[in-house]
């Protein structure tokens, strides 16, 4: 079955650099765009940024330029996220989805979340 | 402060019908027919609901549906269940730049 499956929880301090893996499986990984979304402790969904698989360009949300990187690797169907410069806010659950069309389709299957906690 | 903006909370008592409104601009909601809808437990991961305004997943119950008139997405949900309680959020295309998310709505039944 389709499925994202992603990496385990992080605790890392102030300043410091997390990547977080989304490996995809029972669908072809290059045919799909990639979203990544966060959700802080208590509040809603924040778009990251958006992936294709395919060609690995990438679009960022201006909140993210400077300290967001998302990479793919076709021969694991693995995408990544790292996030650089971390601090207290950045602490909340992260989601890979997949888009159902290229962008903008809806986002119709999602990671399990992974728990990212920055503190000193 | 989303991109896009929701009620904070809603409610009704089962079988009632209930609609939640996505307000955005001529930018994202109003230029194209690229709005989604999520449904989110305590807990668990947002589910696909309804995308390109008014389509449903396979799998996702009739009571569900949505709908767009200018700037304002909205997602009505009919003969409301316990089970429907959740958060809901809306996102839009926004162009090759971004894709926001409105605040989200807490839809409690009575």
């Known amino acids: 079955q389709v499925q994202l499956v992603q990496s385990g929880a992080e605790v890392k301090k102030p300043g410091a650099s997390v990547k977080v893996s989304c490996k995809a499986s029972g669908y072809t990984f290059t045919s799909y765009y990639m979203h990544w979304v966060r959700q802080a402790p208590g509040q809603g969904l924040e778009w990251m940024g958006i992936?294709?698989?395919?060609?690995?360009?990438?679009s960022y949300a201006q909140k993210f330029q400077g300290r967001v990187t998302m990479t793919r690797d076709t021969s694991t169907s693995t995408v990544y996220m790292e996030l650089s410069s971390l601090r207290s806010e950045d602490t909340a659950v992260y989601y890979c989805?997949?888009?159902?069309?290229?962008w903008g389709g809806g986002m119709d299957v999602w990671g399990q979340g992974t728990t990212v906690t920055v503190s000193s | 402060q989303s991109a896009l903006t929701q009620p904070a909370s809603v409610s009704g008592s089962p079988g009632q019908s209930i609609t939640i409104s996505c307000t955005g601009t001529?930018?994202?909601?109003?230029?194209?027919?690229?709005v989604s809808w999520y449904q989110q437990h305590p807990g668990k991961a947002p589910k696909l609901m309804i995308y390109?305004?008014?389509k449903r997943p396979s799998g996702v119950s009739n009571r569900f549906s949505g709908s767009k008139s200018g700037n304002t997405a909205s997602l009505t949900i009919s003969g409301l269940q316990a089970e429907d309680e959740a958060d809901y959020y809306c996102?839009?295309?926004?162009?090759?730049?971004?894709?926001?998310f409105g605040g989200g709505t807490k839809l409690t039944v009575l």
């Open positions: 996102c839009s295309y926004a162009g090759s730049s971004t894709s926001p």
């Open positions: 390109e305004v008014s």
């Open positions: 992936i294709n698989p395919s060609g690995g360009s990438t």
């Open positions: 001529s930018s994202d909601v109003g230029s194209y027919n690229l």
């Open positions: 989805a997949r888009d159902l069309s290229n």
